[in-house]
Every structure is written in structure tokens, then in C-alpha cells.
């Protein structure tokens, strides 16, 4: 699986939209492109995944550059449930079973 | 909504003793992993379960390791001889299907094993 570069960490504020940049500059045509977060001591929990189009579902919304080397998180309200650690994970269609695990982006909310 | 449970959800052990960690995975899912995650440092795979085989594993799974489905709902690990290195967070997660792009993985709560 490619390897992805996530900032370390980011600051928002309550009920402002987030957006978690994700570069991806090795992806191959068929990688998808996943999120997971953690949220202090808990598992971690999916987000979101997608291919090629921009992608949304109740938690996030997922825009994808055309070139796919890059990748954004949008939170389009974050509360303080949405500190975390953000991961973005590259998935290929063949590959291993495991998920991979880079540093993530800590996400801080500010009241 | 369907969740992945696990027991227990601390686990205090002596250094040698063999532990068991216990995961219920989603129902309808095939595909049961274990990963671990030491205080502070990232998330690391151990063990891909699939039609009760190990479908791929970690240089860390080595000997002490083992994992089973003993019946059609749980999925354990075991510790046999217990380090203090082992001392981490055990998230346990299942998934519909696996080694595909759109394969997502459902995890559970973990368990806190603290060896002494």
C-alpha cells in the first residue's frame, strides 16, 4: 500500500467546518482512499472511503483531488466529539488484509 | 447498529502467565482481525483471521501468539507466556470482506492488558 502525509496535528474551532489534507503523491489507479479517526481511548472507527468522485455520508464528507495525489477530510460542523486522531489509509484492490497505520493528524477543538 | 465487543476490557497479568482476549465480531462478517496499540506509539496489525486461517500476520506474531474461533460467534487471542512488552491496547475488528480497496473494518472497544 502507498504511502500517505498527514500535518501532525490541527486546531478548529466549535461549529466551524474542518478540512484534514491528506497528500498521497504515490497512489496507484486502483487505490482507495480511506479515513478512520480515534477518538481518545477508544477504537479506532471508519469514516469514509473513496475511489475517484467525492464522497459523502452522515459523519464527513471526503474531496479528492483530480490528480488523486491529494485527499481532504471535511467535517462540516466539528463539535469537541470530533477530537481525534484522523488517519488516512491508501487500500489497493489487492491488497494485504491489514490496515496500515501512519501517525494520523490530531485534530484539537476548541470550544 | 451492529457493534464489535470485546472482554475483558482491563486485563492485569503476572510476566509469564498466559492470557485470553475475547472478541465478539460483527455477525454477518468473515473476516476478524487483531491489532495492537502500546501507549503513545501507532496502531499495529497482528493477525487477519479468514475461514478459520490466518490469512497474513506481523513479524510481532510470533510463537507466543495464537488465535482461534472456538465457536461461531467469538474470536480470541492468546498470550502464552506473557512479556512485559506486551503491555498495550488490544482492539480486536471485524469485516465483510477483506484484501479488497473497499474492505472496512469495524473495531471494537479494545482491552488494556497490563503485564507486571
Known amino acids: 500500500d502507498a504511502k500517505t502525509t498527514q500535518p501532525n496535528s490541527m486546531e478548529s474551532n466549535e461549529e466551524e467546518p474542518v478540512h484534514l489534507p491528506c497528500n498521497h503523491s504515490?497512489?496507484?489507479?486502483?487505490?482507495?482512499i480511506h479515513w478512520y479517526r480515534q477518538l481518545p481511548s477508544q477504537g479506532p472507527e471508519y469514516v469514509i472511503h473513496?475511489?475517484?468522485?467525492?464522497v459523502n455520508n452522515r459523519m464527513a464528507s471526503l474531496a479528492i483531488a483530480e490528480d488523486r495525489k491529494s485527499s481532504t477530510l471535511i467535517l462540516h460542523r466539528a463539535t469537541l466529539r470530533d477530537a481525534a486522531v484522523y488517519y488516512c489509509?491508501?487500500?489497493?484492490?489487492?491488497?494485504?488484509?491489514?490496515?496500515?497505520w501512519g501517525a494520523g493528524t490530531k485534530l484539537i477543538i476548541k470550544p | 447498529e451492529p457493534e464489535v465487543t470485546q472482554t475483558p476490557s482491563h486485563q492485569v497479568t503476572q510476566m509469564g502467565q498466559e492470557v485470553i482476549l475475547r472478541c465478539v465480531p460483527i455477525?454477518?462478517?468473515?473476516?476478524f482481525y487483531w491489532y495492537r496499540q502500546i501507549l503513545g506509539q501507532k496502531v499495529e496489525f497482528l493477525v487477519s483471521?479468514?475461514?478459520?486461517?490466518?490469512?497474513?500476520k506481523s513479524e510481532i506474531f510470533d510463537d507466543q501468539f495464537s488465535v482461534e474461533r472456538p465457536d461461531g460467534s467469538n474470536f480470541t487471542l492468546k498470550i502464552r507466556s506473557t512479556k512485559l512488552e506486551d503491555s498495550a491496547m488490544y482492539f480486536c475488528?471485524?469485516?465483510?470482506?477483506?484484501?479488497?480497496?473497499?474492505?472496512?473494518?469495524?473495531f471494537g472497544p479494545g482491552t488494556r492488558l497490563t503485564v507486571l
Open positions: 473513496g475511489l475517484t468522485s467525492n
Open positions: 504515490t497512489i496507484s489507479g486502483t487505490d482507495y
Open positions: 475488528a471485524s469485516s465483510e470482506v477483506g484484501g479488497l480497496g473497499t474492505d472496512t473494518q469495524y
Open positions: 483471521f479468514y475461514n478459520n486461517e490466518i490469512s497474513e
Open positions: 489509509i491508501l487500500r489497493g484492490m489487492d491488497s494485504n488484509y491489514q490496515l496500515i
Open positions: 455477525s454477518n462478517h468473515l473476516y
